[in-house]
Structures are given as structure tokens and as C-alpha cells.
């Protein structure tokens, strides 16, 4: 069918100067088990909730005939662990190195002379 360029029903994405926006992005805060349930999605869909009441996040999940399945996550902030350094890891060394030394002295004292690994009591 032809289109008439002067016409304002032709084509109005490619006369439109200003881009269309995605939609925003936005985290979803509920309230404990019941928000989460209480969250509608449509059919086929899915969402990370974030639980207000406590540190744990739910997945909402839809399947075709809109069932929803609403599943809880423990999370926990995260905590930086300090960094390696060379007197740290020298110092592990060393108290690594004395337990070896006395779990050898402590299996030395306790056997006696002549005995072996592989004897049998």
C-alpha cells in the first residue's frame, strides 16, 4: 500500500525527534512473605524483590498460565577481607611451623625404642 510522505499517519517512530527512554530502573521493596506474594506479575514473567523486614531478597516467578512460585534468599552484607601482607603470611608460617614441631616431639616421646608404625594391638 503506498504511503502518502505528507500524511500525518505514516510512519510517526520515524518523525519523532525525541528518542523513546527505556523504562526506569527500580528496586522493589516488600514487606516480609506476604508482600512477596502479595506482588502481581504477569504471565511468563519474574522479579528480585528486596525484603524491607530483614536481609533476605524473594524470586517471583510466573509460568505460563500466571502461577506464581515465590522463593526467599538469605543475603548478607558484605564484609572486605584484610589484605595479605608479608609479616602476615611470615607469621602464619611460623605458628604453623610449631604445631609441626610439637605434634613431631609429642609422636617422638611417645613411642618406644624399636617399635614401628605398623605394629599391631
Known amino acids: 500500500m503506498y504511503q502518502n510522505p505528507y500524511s500525518f499517519m505514516g510512519s510517526q517512530a520515524a518523525m519523532n525527534p525525541y528518542p523513546v527512554a527505556p523504562p526506569a530502573q ?4 516488600v514487606n516480609g512473605e506476604g508482600g512477596a506474594n502479595a506482588y502481581s506479575i504477569g504471565p ?4 528480585i524483590l528486596l525484603d524491607t ?6 524470586a517471583v516467578t510466573t509460568d505460563g498460565a500466571g ?12 564484609k572486605s577481607q584484610a589484605a595479605v601482607t608479608y609479616e602476615g ?18 609422636n ?11 605394629r599391631e594391638d
Open 26 to 29: 527500580q528496586v522493589t521493596k
Open 44 to 47: 511468563n514473567s519474574s522479579a
Open 53 to 58: 523486614s530483614g536481609t533476605m531478597i524473594w
Open 67 to 78: 502461577y506464581k512460585t515465590v522463593v526467599p534468599y538469605d543475603i548478607t552484607p558484605h
Open 89 to 106: 603470611l611470615e607469621n602464619r608460617i611460623k605458628r604453623l611451623e610449631g604445631i609441626v614441631d610439637e605434634y613431631t616431639a609429642a
Open 108 to 118: 617422638q616421646r611417645g613411642r618406644h625404642a624399636g617399635e614401628s608404625d605398623d
